[in-house]
């Protein structure tokens, strides 16, 4: 088994959707104090400090005024508009002669924790065919942690398609983390309602 360390993993937080079905900037809006944007944030810098990096695009100065002072980077889609695909192309071309791995996180998640990102990290064994991913019900997606193997189809991303062809590829084996709170995601404010009532 090889021995991965921190340093060679980048954490991209995407936070940069036009959240038409939200009806507003859903990374600006709150849970449990916080927003949502910001949450993803901090849980991703407590595993991975300054290589941490968050996408921006629609309302961004907003978004990026919520998660300040930033301990990491940050990058604009300009083309946010195309969805999901788009921002982790943006990203993964940004960083991708800097890391050996990413780690996509969504903003939209706000029960994922730095715990969890953390066993994701602590579960990959460094190999170039290994994507780690979270687990919940039927289900496997983001987080995910994505081997620098997979930089060239990330890069290649468009429109809301994000990379989870890439857990079906034949050329990587796929670890699972099993965390059930990933199954909560935040598309309308009804999601969120739900989420405050309990």
Known sequence: MLSPRTSDIVALVLAAGSAKRFGASKQ?????????????L?????????RTVLVVGHDWQAVTRSCSPLPGFLIMNDF???GLGSS??????SVRHTAQAVIVILADQPLVTADHLRNLRDNWSGSDEEIVATRFGDTAGAPVLFPGSCFDD?????????????????????????????????????????LIGG
């Open 42 to 50: 901090q849980a991703a810098t407590e595993v991975f400090g300054a």
């Open 88 to 93: 982790i192309a943006c990203a993964t071309r």
């Open 80 to 82: 946010y508009q195309r």
């Open 28 to 40: 600006l809006a709150e849970f449990d104090g916080r927003p949502l944007s910001r949450r993803a």
């Open 154 to 194: 990330l890069a290649a991303l468009k429109r809301d398609k994000g990379g989870q062809h890439l857990l079906d590829d034949e050329r990587f084996t796929v670890r699972n983390i099993v965390f059930e709170p990933a199954s909560v995601d935040i598309d309308t404010r009804a999601d969120l309602d739900r």
